[in-house]
C-alpha cells in the first residue's frame, strides 16, 4: 500500500528504486547464489563460483565526449567493471562489450574506443567473448558485463563485515571527483569554442584519477601473498560514505571512521582548495575513485598496515546501521546515503 | 592497410564493422570456448557450458514509446535475449537488467517496465541476479545479458551445418514486421494528436507478433522428445535471409530455400497486400520474428517434418557461401544479407 504513494523517483533515490523494482524478483536457479544487492551476482559451480557485474556508461551522464578521449572511455567501461568483480575476491576472466552509437562516428573514432577496451582486456587478462552494436539516435551508450571466477571459500561480500572488524581502503580518495571538477570548468570557460585547448598543466593527478582509473589488482594481490582474507569488501565508485553505508546494510552493523585517517592526495586537497570545497567532502562523497574498501580481523591489524597503498581509516561496530565520521576533537557526525542523484542535477556522477 | 581506406560505418555495414572491431582481440582464457560470432559467447565449465548473449534496446530505434507498452517491452527485452540462448539449444538460467531512464518516468511507468520483465523471469524460470540503473538525458535505454547452460554435446552454433542438411525455420515469418509497418503508419496519421487512439482492430496477430514475441521452447523439447539434435541453429532476430547467410558463413557451406516452402501467414499476407509489399519480402528480410532457423540431417525428414510448427524450406548445399531462393519456376536468385542498416534510414530494425 505504501508503495501506491511514491510517484517520483527522486522520492526513491537510486538505491531504494532498485530495492523497490526488484524486491517482487525471486530466485528458483539452484545455481544462483546471490542475486541482486552485492558488486555482482554470484553462481555456484560446485568448487568454484562465477561473479557477474554489469555497468552502463551513458553520454551526458557518466561522459562527455567534449573532453573524454575515446580510448580512455573504452578503457574505463572494462575497468569499471572489473573492479566490481575484484571487489568480489574474484579473477575477471570474460565480459561482453555493447554500444549504441550515431552515425557521427568515424571507423577510426570506433577503433580508438575499441583500442582501450583492448588495452583493458590485454592488461588484466580478460576475454572479450560478446556485445550487440546498435545505432543509437541519443548518443553514445556503452554496456559492459563481466565475469568473473573464485574459489568459494575466497569470495568476499558485502555482507561479511563483523563487530571490531578493522576498516580498510587502497589508495586515496577524491581525487577523480576534483579531475572532473577541472575538466568541467575547462569546458565551461571555453564553451562554444571549437579550437577548445583545456588549460590542464599541473592537473595531471586528478585528471588520470578521473580519465584512467586502475583497479586496485596490486593490493589484493598483497593481502593473499600476506594470508589476509577481507571479510567484506566493496569498490568505491559513489563515494566512500555510501560504500560504508552499504556495508552496514547488508552486514547489519555499524561503522566509525576517523576524519583525519582518510587518504586525501596532496594534490587533490591543493585541487579542493581552488575550487573552495573541503578535501574530505571530495573522499567522502566524490565517487568514480574504484579503490577498495574492505574489512579485516583486528588480529590483522600488523599485516595489513604493513601492505602499501592500504589505510585503516575505522572499526566496525554492534551499532546497526549507525555510520559515524569521527573528528579531531572526538565529536561524532552521522554519514549520508548519497549515491547519484543526476536526475534532478543531471551532473555526471 | 585495407582498413585504412574505410571511413564511415555505412560502407561496412553492422557485421563488417563489428568484424572489423573485434578482429584484434584474442581469446586466451581456458575457460572460453566460443567468442565473438555466435548467438552467444560459451564458457566451458567441464561436462558442461555456459552461453552467454547480451542485447541492447534503445529508444527511437528498437522501439517507439508512443506505441509500445513498458510491460510488453520488458517481456521483449528478456525475450530477445532468451531467443539467443534457446538458440544455442541451451536453457535459460540467470538475466541482469539494466537501464538509462529520464526523470520524466513515475515510479509506476517503472514497475510497468519490471512487470514485463519479471512476467518473463516467472514464465521462462530466469533468474534476475543483477543490472545496473542509471539516469538518461537521451531516453530509454535498456541493456540485458542472459546467461544458460546446456551439455557439452546437446550445444548447437551456427557453425555445424552439413552438406545436405535440411534447413527448417519455426512458426511462420514476415508477421513482426508487418506489425511495425501498422503501428508506425497510425503513429503517421495521428501525428500530434496526443488522444491518439491507434485504429488496431483486425490486426491482432501481427501486433502480437511485433509486440510481444515467444521464444520457441515448444519447440526445441519436441525435439528433443523426436530424439532429433540439430547440426545448426540461429535466431531469426535480422530476417530469414541474413540468418540464412549467417549460417553458410560460419559453416562453410551454401544453401537453397524454397520460396514456396518459405512459411507466413494468413494475415501477414493480407496486411502486407495493404502496404504493397511482397509477403516473402517481409520474411526474408522483416525481422524480429524471433522464430528459430535449424539443420537436421536428412534421415530426420520425417520426425522433423512430423513435429506442430517446423517447415523444412531448402537444403544445406557444398557451394561455400551460396545462398540461393529457388522460385517455383526453378529460376533461382541469390540471397542478400540485409541486417539493420538503421544508421542511414533511421527506422527501427
Redesign the interface.
Known amino acids: 500500500m505504501t508503495?501506491k504513494k511514491?510517484?517520483?523517483?527522486?522520492e526513491?533515490g537510486?538505491f531504494g528504486?532498485?530495492d523497490?523494482?526488484?524486491g517482487?524478483?525471486t530466485?528458483?536457479?539452484e545455481?544462483?547464489s546471490?542475486?541482486?544487492g552485492d558488486d555482482?551476482?554470484v553462481?555456484d559451480?560446485g568448487a568454484y563460483c562465477?561473479v557477474?557485474?554489469?555497468?552502463?556508461l551513458?553520454?551526458?551522464?557518466?561522459f562527455d565526449l567534449v573532453y573524454t578521449p575515446l580510448k580512455h572511455l573504452g578503457y574505463k567501461a572494462v575497468v569499471v567493471n572489473l573492479s566490481d568483480v575484484y571487489a568480489m575476491n574474484a579473477a575477471p576472466?570474460?565480459l561482453?562489450f555493447?554500444?549504441?552509437?550515431?552515425?557521427k562516428?568515424?571507423?577510426?573514432a570506433?577503433?580508438e574506443l575499441?583500442g582501450g577496451v583492448?588495452l583493458a582486456?590485454d592488461r588484466f587478462?580478460?576475454?572479450?567473448?560478446?556485445?550487440?552494436?546498435?545505432?543509437?539516435?541519443?548518443?553514445l551508450?556503452i554496456?559492459v558485463?563481466a565475469?568473473g571466477?573464485a574459489l568459494k571459500d575466497e569470495l568476499t561480500l558485502r555482507s561479511g563485515a563483523k563487530n571490531h572488524n578493522l576498516v580498510c581502503v587502497t589508495g586515496d580518495l577524491g581525487a577523480a571527483y576534483m579531475g572532473l571538477k577541472v575538466l568541467e570548468r575547462e569546458k565551461q570557460l571555453h564553451a562554444g569554442d571549437p579550437g577548445f585547448q583545456p588549460a590542464l598543466v599541473g592537473y595531471d593527478y586528478v585528471l588520470e584519477r578521473f580519465l584512467k582509473p586502475e583497479p586496485r589488482v596490486d593490493v589484493l594481490l598483497a593481502m593473499k601473498e600476506a594470508g589476509i582474507k577481507p571479510d567484506a569488501m566493496i569498490d568505491i565508485s559513489d563515494g566512500l560514505s555510501s560504500e560504508l553505508l552499504h556495508i552496514c546494510k547488508s552486514s547489519g552493523c555499524g561503522v566509525q571512521v576517523y576524519g583525519e585517517r582518510i587518504p586525501v592526495a596532496e594534490e587533490t586537497a591543493r585541487v579542493a582548495g581552488e575550487f573552495q570545497l573541503e578535501p574530505l567532502v571530495a573522499a567522502l562523497h566524490g565517487g568514480e575513485d574504484y579503490e577498495l574498501l574492505f574489512t579485516v580481523p583486528l588480529s590483522d591489524f600488523d599485516k595489513v598496515s604493513a601492505i602499501p597503498g592500504v589505510s585503516v581509516i575505522g572499526n566496525i561496530t554492534d551499532q546497526k546501521g549507525k555510520a559515524l565520521l569521527v573528528g579531531n576533537d572526538g565529536s561524532a557526525i552521522p554519514l549520508q546515503a548519497q549515491g547519484?542523484n543526476?536526475?534532478?542535477q543531471?551532473e555526471s556522477k
Chains 1, 2 share one sequence.
Open positions: 508503495s511514491i510517484r517520483t523517483i527522486e526513491l537510486e528504486l532498485i523497490h523494482l526488484t517482487g524478483f530466485l528458483r536457479q545455481s544462483t546471490t542475486g541482486v555482482a551476482a553462481i559451480h562465477q557477474i557485474t554489469t555497468d552502463l551513458l553520454e551526458g551522464i557518466h576472466r570474460q561482453t555493447s554500444m549504441g552509437i550515431s552515425g562516428f568515424s571507423v577510426e570506433l577503433e575499441y583492448k582486456c587478462n580478460v576475454d572479450m567473448v560478446g556485445g550487440d552494436t546498435s545505432a543509437s539516435v541519443t548518443g551508450m554496456s558485463t565475469i571466477t547519484w543526476a536526475y534532478t543531471g
